[in-house]
Nanobody, 125 residues
């Protein structure tokens, strides 16, 4: 059973930045396709960004384009979502998800096998 852990959430003012990290508790995320999602209470989980297992493909939701960047850290152990110019409407619980290891594209639909517990991001003045 693969366990994911998100970190880096918190409270920030509008226009500021946050960096979320996704790590697997037992091993590296090298060769895993990873997606970032967010979910507000009572709403469906919404795709934010994802990166394929080979890092060749990265996708962003329209609201994330130009503000958010997804990348795999140099040590391949984590996948980071850099969020800039945050807005109050970005307030959500953010989750990362993955499949089993191996060549995979990624998707902005919540079809992943494994999920973390989520990290709260609050954007407020």
């Amino acid at each position: 059973q693969l366990t994911l852990v998100e970190s880096g959430g918190g409270l920030v003012q509008p226009g500021r930045s946050l960096r979320l990290s996704c790590a697997a508790s037992e091993f590296s995320l090298a060769n895993y396709a990873v997606g970032w999602f967010r979910q507000a209470p009572g709403k469906e989980r919404e795709g934010v960004s994802c990166i394929s297992s080979t890092d060749e493909s990265r996708y962003y939701a329209d609201f994330a384009k130009g503000r958010f960047t997804i990348y795999r850290d140099n040590d391949k152990k984590t996948v980071t979502l850099q969020m800039n110019d945050l807005r109050p409407e970005d307030t959500n619980v953010y989750f990362c998800g993955t499949f089993d290891a191996g060549p995979r594209v990624c998707a902005l639909r919540p079809i992943y096998y494994y999920w973390g517990q989520g990290a709260q991001v609050t954007v407020s003045s």
